[in-house]
C-alpha cells in the first residue's frame, strides 16, 4: 500500500487544496457520527427519565445539526475527491500513452492491441477508485471509528474491553483475504485484456471472417474468453465479500458479551439506561465503518494489482535510445556496413554491405522472408541494428534524434494506414496541412481528379481503415502522404501492388520526375516499377547475394534467373 501511494505521489500533491476541502469533509462526517452516538444518552436520561423540558428544546435541533453536518461532509467529500480521481486519471493516461509511444517496435509486437489498450483503459480506471473512493473513505472511517472509541470507552472502558476486542482479532483473516484477493485481481486484469483483444482482433478482420464463415468460430472463441472472464470475477466477489460474514459474526459475539455484561451493570445500578444505549449505539455504529474498512482493504487490491501493471509499463525504458544530434544537414549518402539483425533467436540480416548516394535510386529484389523490409526498418530505427552500423554523412545513426532522422524519410508501404480525418490532415499527417501543398501530392499520386469530385474536397472525412476508399484509392493516399513530405530518403515498400496498369505506369511517369536530388529505395515483385531503379539488390534468406542491373543480374546470377521466372 505504502509502495502504491508513494508512486501516486508526485500525481497527487497538485492537488493539496482539494484534499484539504476533502478531509474537512471526512473530519466533519466522523465527528457528526460520534456525536449522534453521544447525543443518544441525554436524550434517554435528560427528556425520558428525567423529563427535562430544556433539553426537549436543545437536542432535537442538534440531532438535525448533527446529521445534517455528516451528510453535507460526506457530499464535500465525494465532490473533490472524485475531481481529483478523475484529473489524475486523465493525466495518467496521457502519461501512459505517452510513455508506450516512446517504445521500440518489438514491445508492439510483443503486446497484442488489446492488452495494452486494456492497460491504459481498465488499469488505470481500477486506480481512480483507489485515489477518489477508497483513500478518502479509508480516512474517513477511521477517523470515525476514532471518535466512536472515544465514546465507547469514556461511557465504559469495562464495556469496551469486551465490545473492541473484535477488531485485533478480525485483523488476521482480512490480511489473508486481501492477498488472496490481490492475486486474483492481477489474473481477473489479464483476462480482461484478453477479451479486448479478442475483440479487436474480431473487428479488424471481419472481412476475411465474413468471407471464410468463421461467425460461429469467432463466437466460440469469445464465449471462451467471457467464460473464464465470469468465473475469475465469481471468485474475486467470492473473497472479498468474505469480510461481510466474518465481520457480523465476530461483531454479533461481542454485543452479544456487552448486552450480558451492561445488563447486569444496569440492573445492579452501576450504569443509568442512557449510558448504556449510548455505548451500544456508538458500538453499533462502529462495526459499521470498521467492516466497510475491512472490505475497503480487500477491494483496494485490485487497484494495487493495476497499480503494478501501470507502474511496470511507466518503469520500462525504451530499448531505442536517442541520439543527441539532430540531423539537420542535406543527407549525401546512406551507408549500411556490415548489418546484422536477429529476431529473437532468428537472423533476419547478415552482413549486408551497400551505400546509396544522393540523387540514386536502387531496388531491393527477392522472395518473402528475404530481409528487404528489414533493411529499410533498421535505416529508420524501427529496430537497431544487431551488428555493424548504418551510417548517414559519415554518422552513425544512432548519434541522431530519431524525429530528426523521421524527418527525413517517408515510406509507403502495401499496408496502408487510414486515419478517420479528412484528407487533408491523412496527407498532412505528422505536420501543418498547406493546402496547396495537399493538392499537388495528390496529383502527383494521381488521386487528385477523384477528390475534386467529392462534397469537400480535400475536406472531406474518411471513414475508419478508408473504409469509403477502393484499394488503389487507399494506396494513392498513402503516396500521396509520402509525397507532401517532400522526404530525402523516399521507400516504397511494394507501393503500387493495389495500382492498376495503367495507374501504375502514370504513377512511374510521375516518380520519375522526383527522383532527382533525393534517394529512392524501390522494394517490389514488379518489374516496371522496378524499372526505375538503376541498380537493384537481389536478396535472400537475409543477404545480397548480388547487385547491378536488371540485365547485369540475368547475366550472372542464377538465383536471380530462377526468382525471374517465378513471377
Known sequence: MKQFFSRLLPYIKNYKLY???AIMGTILVAVATSASAYLVKPVLDDIFLAKDVTMLQILPPLIVLAYFSKGFGAYIQVCFMNYIGQDIVKHLKN?????????EMNFFNRYRNGE????IVNDIAAVQGAVSNYFIEGIRESLTILGLVCVVIYQSSELA???LVVMPIALYPIVIIARKMRKTSKKLQEKNADLSSKLIETFNNMELIKASSGEKIEHQQFTEHNQELFKLSMKSVWISELTSPLMETLGSIAIAAVIFVG??????????????????????????PFKRLSNLYAKIQIAFAAGDRIFEMLDRNPKIQDGERELTETIKEIKFHNVDLFYGEKKALSAINLKINNGESVAFVGGSGGGKSSLVNLLMRLYDVSGGEILINGVNIKHFTQKSLRSKIAVVTQRIFIFNDTIARNIAYGGEIDEERVKLALQQARIFDYVQTLPNGIHTN????GANLSGGQRQRIAIARALYKNPEILILDEATSALDNKTEEEFREALSLLLENRIV????????????AKRIYFFQNGKILSSGTQAELFEKCDSFREYYKSL
Open 19 to 21: 484534499f484539504f476541502y
Open 95 to 103: 502519461i501512459l500513452l505517452d510513455k508506450m509511444l516512446t517504445f
Open 116 to 119: 495494452l489498450i486494456s492497460r
Open 161 to 163: 474491553f469486551y465490545g
Open 263 to 288: 445488563g447486569y451493570k444496569v440492573i445492579n445500578g452501576e450504569l443509568t439506561a442512557g449510558e448504556f444505549f449510548s455505548f451500544t449505539t456508538a458500538l453499533f455504529l462502529l462495526y459499521t
Open 462 to 465: 474518411l471513414d475508419e481503415f
Open 521 to 532: 529505395i524501390i522494394i517490389a515483385h514488379r518489374f516496371s516499377t522496378v524499372s526505375l
